[in-house]
């Protein structure tokens, strides 16, 4: 770990971004992009083949759909941010597809979502959260009587203790019950109502709205 010294982030980012540092920074750099490019390209490339032919889109468009213009940059960069963006549409078009698979398929399927949920919580420690949360709406959108219970059950508990362990690794995730440096007071009615209302600031400026 060149970088996460501290343990602010989850281990497992810095530890893969690690095998590419060297005394040449721009070297580093490059090779670091170029790896989470083709990271990115191969896990999705993967995933897209072993989708039943029927929900391939789910695959592919949402990654498309959210990765102009920002995700375009975050997805090759050398910020925690880049697993934690793949993560989520990793693990929501693995789960999607497991429970809308049969045969061998589904395990594979499943162990790429495992796989996401690894790279997530592995870079920050809110995407194993957004991880969880991709799992839930797959199950939600996939309730249907008849699934391969046992195979969901077990699959879905891997993932969520993937995720909770991972978690817990950052010294990160103390700003859940202290809050950040600075602002541990709860916030006010009118904080909370100026926060709402900033909310959409954060889409603008993905889109250049934005310093």
Not at 87 to 104: D, K, R
Request: aromatic letters at 10%.
């Amino acid at each position: 770990n060149q970088i996460n010294t501290s343990g602010d982030y989850p281990p497992i980012f810095y530890g893969v971004m690690s095998i590419f540092a060297s005394a040449d920074i721009q070297a580093s750099v490059i090779a670091m992009r170029i790896f989470n490019a083709i990271l990115c390209i191969g896990v999705f490339t993967a995933i897209f083949w072993l989708l039943p032919h029927r929900i391939r889109s789910a695959a592919v468009i949402p990654m498309i759909a959210t990765a102009v213009p920002l995700g375009l940059f975050i997805i090759p960069s050398t910020n925690p941010s880049s697993w934690a963006y793949m993560s989520a549409g990793i693990v929501w078009a693995a789960a999607y597809g497991a429970l809308n698979s049969t045969g061998p398929r589904v395990w594979w399927l499943w162990g790429f979502a495992i796989l996401g949920t690894v790279m997530g919580a592995g870079a920050r420690a809110d995407a194993a959260a957004y991880a969880v949360l991709a799992l839930v709406l797959a199950l939600i959108l996939s309730a249907r009587p008849g699934r391969a219970l046992i195979t969901t059950a077990i699959a879905s508990i891997a993932t969520v203790a993937v995720a909770a362990a991972l978690y817990l690794t950052a010294s990160q995730t103390r700003a859940v019950t202290s809050g950040l440096p600075g602002f541990e007071q709860p916030l006010s009615p009118g904080q909370i109502f100026r926060n709402a209302l900033d909310v959409p600031s954060l889409w603008t400026g993905a889109l250049g709205g934005g310093g």
